[in-house]
């Protein structure tokens, strides 16, 4: 037995949550865009399933720029202080299953070896709510890289567009407190429409490529376009790069996180002068090596989950999946002129 | 005008007149044309010109790696055209060394085409395409007067809530053909200018600071207001400098190959009786 | 409150020696008294150094991991972080994260003969295992140091050197480039590869440690290899550019490894396989 609930029954729900004072992110209209963002009002929730907001929901588990402890200078002393941790509930709502499927995947560096708590304590507070994805758009390829339009992973409940509304169904023991586990969901979504796209992705074939490919033309063909902004790294659901610096004044100030990209020309520049991937055709190619071997390599999950962001806000059209596009063309010559054996 | 276009590139590329044509390549409706690079005379079909050609590729000629493929021919709108007036003052490119391909355009669409000062450059090698009629000026108040009609706390709150979704990817930067330095001032700790945080310090002080740095020199091109993940309307920044460089110098970037640039000329009859 | 792992120990800098004329070496100590008795490292790994208001910068641990009084770092003055660095003195406070790496094999090369070649600002990471072995004499060999710099100057930690060559059944060949020495230089002249192919080194039996910029180690390792060391016994240390030292920032990594985890110590073979990248 289920609810089917509207969009105005969701706000009240949202309204609640404000209420008791929790943190609700939805997508929300703003600049011309669709953004995930913190709501002030419970009306500004965007229910879509055939949109996705230019932004993703790592910035509320992974700031773009967060204080990791601050400092006082005292003379020949020095005093440290924590920062205080955000103790609100956080409640993320009609959150995209590609955005969701990356917290899992994000998981495991944020937990390598050393645990980064500011990460694993707002992931610890945090219940998200996916909506099943009914989007019609060529940036995306998220069945490509193993996930789907209702792909559950990362997600402690998720609703479904249906006739009048949307239904919703508890997945884990946080999103029980919030949707029925055991409802009867209606599910129903347009897998039909999302382009399958590499084969190399899906059959895996893309790390081997790629393993011997480092110093290869394609980099350079494929993305001399590319301007070396960080506009795909930070809409990226998975990208978590970050610099870390001190900022203050001679009384003391904060050494901060904050979000950083492989494409910037600085990014791996040593104090000497060297920089060894000083043309962007190298960053390129790292962003690409990254997502598809190194990342799998030590943690057995891709870094991407095919949202098509880095396309979309790419501001000359380039991203991930053009360049797997290309590589797949690659290895479909090959296959045609030595057939696979079956 | 498409079949000009490659027909033009063809033939600059068979008689080896250039090394690489920077054009706009296919892309599906709705997307922006993407960038391309064409070396070879039967690569002149990937060409295409069509009102999603949004990219200002005046930006590609000072960068190292596509300034090591050669003597480059470069696809230019009216807009455009402007940065190659600039960046040649500035003596960034050397005018001679390059095919100007220009394209007589019939608009983009909003927002960069609200200001549109050329729809036909002027200064190309070759022009394709002809103009049916001059643009028309915009007529009601623009972005710009509505923001300026506001008292200087509303702009502030203003300029406070757009920020607040600056995520410091500098893709404003990167797509302005006139932000070329090598190292940009954000990118400098010895000291530390200009806080890389993104915070409402960091993000004010790296705006205003572009913004500055681009007074007297921006063209109007529209594209970082189109590059901003985040829909900030940048834009308004430059065109507020913009229009107090006509209100106070006569001066439009980019739009006389015989004025001079406005901080890269000195006169004897030049308004203050200081320097600096 | 959880363990934060990018909050530094607060160190009392107890000495700073300079060096050489842009090289200081610092010794510093934990302010925590606790935490100094319970901390302990492996030779071979590093840390990330700070100056509250400057930044972090990742420096090889150059002390021996025997020693429990201290810890000390070795740096030039280059950037941001090593300018403020440079005024550092005796009773300041500065940060400390750490250790981190993966540090030198050291029970591994037991038994073996040691053989350190280290260029310029190279001898702090090879010092650090040149006295642990010491002070483990008996589980290692012959003990071989190759060390040179562009000019006398240049040379850190000479007078260790001179203690080291005093020692038993170790040898130490000191070198300058051609036009760096003095008219008292009783050391080699030459570049590194050519002085260590005059050195003639027995290395039937040796492991190597050469650490060095990259173009000392591309002609260094076909003279290691006509010494008859096979790839796996040829260890370095790598650098690349760092800021959170444990695999998260995305940084460091060359190819599939990240240096700050996989490394910073490798061995010629692995080196193989790690691309371009650093």
């Given at each position: 037995?289920?609810?089917?609930?509207?969009?105005?029954?969701?706000?009240?729900?949202?309204?609640?949550?404000?209420?008791?004072?929790?943190?609700?992110?939805?997508?929300?209209?703003?600049?011309g865009r669709l953004l995930y963002q913190a709501l002030s009002a419970a009306s500004q929730a965007v229910f879509d399933a055939r949109r996705r907001p230019a932004n993703s929901i790592k910035e509320f588990f992974f700031p773009r720029h967060e204080p990791i402890f601050r400092y006082r200078l005292e003379g020949k002393e020095i005093v440290l202080s924590d920062v205080a941790p955000e103790e609100r509930e956080q409640i993320v709502i009609a959150a995209k299953p590609c955005d969701a499927a990356a917290l899992p995947i994000l998981d495991h560096v944020f937990n390598w070896d050393f645990e980064d708590s500011f990460y694993t304590a707002r992931r610890a507070r945090t219940t998200v709510i996916s909506l099943a994805c009914a989007m019609e758009d060529d940036a995306c390829f998220c069945t490509s890289v193993g996930s789907g339009p209702a792909d559950e992973a990362g997600s402690d409940a998720v609703l479904y567009e249906v006739e009048g509304g949307f239904e919703g169904r508890g997945i884990t023991e946080k999103g029980g407190g919030l949707f029925d586990r055991t409802a009867t969901v209606r599910e129903r979504c347009e897998d039909a429409t999302v382009r399958s796209l590499t084969v190399a992705v899906r059959k895996g074939e893309i790390a081997k490529y790629l393993e011997g490919n480092f110093e290869s033309p394609i980099w350079k063909d494929l993305t001399l376009a590319c301007l070396g902004c960080g506009a795909c790294a930070y809409t990226c659901p998975t990208c978590h790069c970050f610099d870390i610096v001190d900022e203050g004044n001679a009384a003391g100030g904060a050494r901060v996180k904050?979000?950083?990209?492989?494409?910037?020309?600085?990014?791996?520049?040593?104090?000497?002068?060297?920089?060894?991937?000083?043309?962007?055709?190298?960053?390129?190619?790292?962003?690409?090596?990254?997502?598809?071997?190194?990342?799998?390599?030590?943690?057995?999950?891709?870094?991407?989950?095919?949202?098509?962001?880095?396309?979309?806000?790419?501001?000359?059209?380039?991203?991930?999946?053009?360049?797997?596009?290309?590589?797949?063309?690659?290895?479909?010559?090959?296959?045609?002129?030595?057939?696979?054996?079956? | 005008m498409t079949e000009r276009l490659r027909q033009t590139v063809r033939r600059l590329l068979a008689e080896d007149?250039?090394?690489?044509?920077?054009?706009?390549?296919?892309?599906?409706?709705?997307?922006?044309?993407?960038p391309i690079?064409?070396?070879?005379?039967?690569?002149?079909?990937?060409?295409?010109?069509?009102?999603?050609?949004?990219?200002?590729?005046?930006?590609?000629?000072?960068?190292?790696?596509?300034?090591?493929?050669?003597?480059?021919?470069?696809?230019?709108k009216g807009c455009d055209e402007r940065a190659l007036v600039v960046l040649e003052k500035e003596s960034q490119i050397d005018r001679s060394a390059l095919f100007v391909i220009g394209m007589a355009c019939d608009g983009v669409g909003a927002p960069k085409c609200a200001h549109c000062q050329v729809h036909v450059?002027?200064?190309?090698?070759?022009?394709?395409?002809?103009?049916?009629?001059?643009?028309?000026?915009?007529?009601?108040?623009?972005?710009?007067?509505?923001?300026?009609a506001k008292s200087p706390a509303e702009r502030w709150a203003f300029w406070t809530a757009e920020f607040s979704r600056c995520v410091k990817c500098y893709a404003c930067r990167q797509v302005c053909p006139l932000c070329y330095c090598e190292r940009c001032i954000t990118d400098k700790n010895r000291p530390v200018v200009i806080d890389t945080s993104a915070t409402p310090k960091g993000n004010f002080a790296w705006h205003i600071t572009r913004a500055f740095h681009l007074a007297a020199r921006c063209i109007g091109c529209g594209e970082c207001t189109r590059a901003c993940p985040a829909g900030i309307p940048l834009g308004l920044l430059n065109q507020s400098l913009a229009q107090a460089t006509v209100e106070n110098f006569g001066y439009r970037p980019g739009m006389d190959l015989a004025a001079e640039p406005v901080f890269g000329a000195w006169s004897p009859k030049d308004k203050e009786d200081f320097i600096g | 409150m959880k363990k934060n792992l990018y909050k530094p120990d607060l160190m009392e800098v107890l000495e700073v020696q300079q060096q050489t004329p842009d090289v200081k070496s610092v010794r510093v100590r934990f302010r925590d008294g606790d935490r100094g008795r319970d901390f302990s490292f492996r030779v071979g790994q590093f840390g990330q150094f700070s100056v509250f208001g400057s930044g972090e910068a990742t420096f090889n641990i150059c002390s021996s991991s025997n020693w429990k009084d201290y810890i000390e770092f070795c740096f030039r003055r280059t950037g941001r972080?090593?300018?403020?660095?440079?005024?550092?003195?005796?009773?300041?406070?500065?940060?400390?994260?750490?250790?981190?790496?993966?540090?030198?094999?050291?029970?591994a090369w037991e038994g073996r003969d040691l053989i350190f070649i280290g260029g310029g600002i190279a001898m702090p990471p090879i010092r650090c295992a040149v006295w642990y072995a010491l002070e483990n004499r008996a589980k290692y060999g012959d003990i071989t140091i190759v060390y040179g710099?562009?000019?006398?100057?240049?040379?850190?930690?000479?007078?260790?050197?001179?203690?080291?060559?005093?020692?038993?059944?170790?040898?130490?060949?000191?070198?300058?480039?051609?036009?760096?020495?003095?008219?008292?230089?009783?050391?080699?002249?030459?570049?590194?590869?050519?002085?260590?192919?005059?050195?003639?080194?027995?290395?039937?039996?040796?492991?190597?440690?050469?650490?060095?910029?990259?173009?000392?180690?591309?002609?260094?390792?076909p003279v290691l290899d006509r010494m008859g060391l096979k790839e796996e016994d040829i260890y370095t240390s790598l650098e690349n550019r760092m800021k959170c030292g444990v695999g998260k920032c995305g940084r460091c990594n060359a190819g599939p490894v990240y240096v700050c985890k996989d490394g910073p110590v490798f061995t010629m073979r692995q080196l193989r396989s790690i691309p371009n990248d650093f």
């Open positions: 037995m289920s609810t089917v609930l509207s969009v105005a029954d969701l706000r009240g729900r949202i309204a609640g949550w404000i209420g008791e004072g929790k943190v609700v992110v939805a997508p929300v209209e703003v600049g904050n979000w950083d990209s492989c494409q910037f020309p600085f990014f791996t520049l040593h104090a000497s002068g060297h920089n060894p991937r000083s043309a962007q055709p190298q960053r390129q190619r790292q962003r690409l090596f990254h997502k598809f071997l190194i990342y799998p390599q030590k943690f057995n999950a891709i870094l991407c989950t095919g949202c098509g962001n880095c396309e979309r806000n790419c501001p000359v059209g380039l991203g991930v999946r053009k360049v797997l596009e290309a590589i797949d063309g690659e290895l479909r010559r090959v296959d045609e002129k030595e057939p696979v054996q079956a | 007149k250039v090394k690489v044509v920077i054009g706009y390549g296919a892309s599906k409706a709705g997307t922006p044309a993407p690079f064409v070396t070879r005379p039967e690569d002149a079909d990937k060409l295409e010109w069509n009102d999603r050609c949004f990219a200002n590729l005046s930006v590609y000629l000072t960068r190292k790696e596509v300034k090591a493929l050669g003597k480059a021919a470069v696809v230019v450059p002027r200064f190309a090698d070759e022009v394709i395409g002809t103009q049916a009629e001059p643009p028309a000026p915009p007529n009601g108040p623009n972005g710009l007067d509505r923001l300026m | 972080v090593t300018e403020t660095l440079w005024q550092v003195g005796k009773g300041d406070t500065i940060g400390f994260r750490g250790p981190y790496g993966n540090g030198y094999p050291m029970e710099a562009r000019t006398v100057a240049d040379l850190t930690y000479a007078a260790e050197l001179d203690e080291w060559s005093k020692q038993e059944r170790v040898r130490v060949v000191r070198c300058v480039d051609p036009g760096g020495e003095t008219p008292d230089w009783k050391g080699e002249v030459g570049l590194i590869p050519a002085v260590l192919e005059r050195a003639a080194v027995p290395a039937q039996n040796a492991v190597a440690l050469v650490i060095g910029p990259p173009i000392m180690i591309k002609f260094t390792l």
